[in-house]
Nanobody, 122 residues
Framework: QVRLVESGGGLVQAGGSVRLSCAAS???????MGWFRRAPGKEREFVAR????????YYADSVKGRFTISRDNARNTVYLQMMSLKPEDTAVYYC????????????????WGQGTQVTVSS
């Protein structure tokens, strides 16, 4: 397993932008990386996924066109650029690692960060 640490969350106004980072303790190039979120009272949901090389990305419909996942394997870091934020994007955001290039459910990921809170005010 790999240790993951998220950062970059905070309070932002609707329409604003935030970039989250996820630093890994080991080289990340062997892992598919994903971002999930959990809003108050809701289940953890898939947000985005990026392939080992960064050449393939996949997004939940709710964030497509607004969020961008990227990675820098030289820095062992994955990013989530969030734009045009809405109050419904308010959640704790988690990054996770998997060997499954098609993984979209939490059970498919073997390593998780502690999460970072993003709050979008209206």
């Amino acid at each position: 397993q790999v240790r993951l640490v998220e950062s970059g969350g905070g309070l932002v106004q609707a329409g604003g932008s935030v970039r989250l980072s996820c630093a890994a303790s080991l080289r990340t190039f062997n892992y598919v990386m994903g971002w999930f979120r959990r809003a108050p009272g809701k289940e953890r949901e898939f947000v985005a996924r990026i392939s080992w090389t960064g050449g393939t990305t996949y997004y939940a419909d709710s964030v497509k066109g607004r969020f961008t996942i990227s990675r820098d394997n030289a820095r062992n870091t994955v990013y989530l650029q969030m734009m045009s934020l809405k109050p419904e994007d308010t959640a704790v955001y988690y990054c996770a690692a998997t060997a499954n290039p098609m993984a979209v459910t939490p059970s498919m990921y073997h390593s998780w960060g502690q999460g970072t809170q993003v709050t979008v005010s209206s």
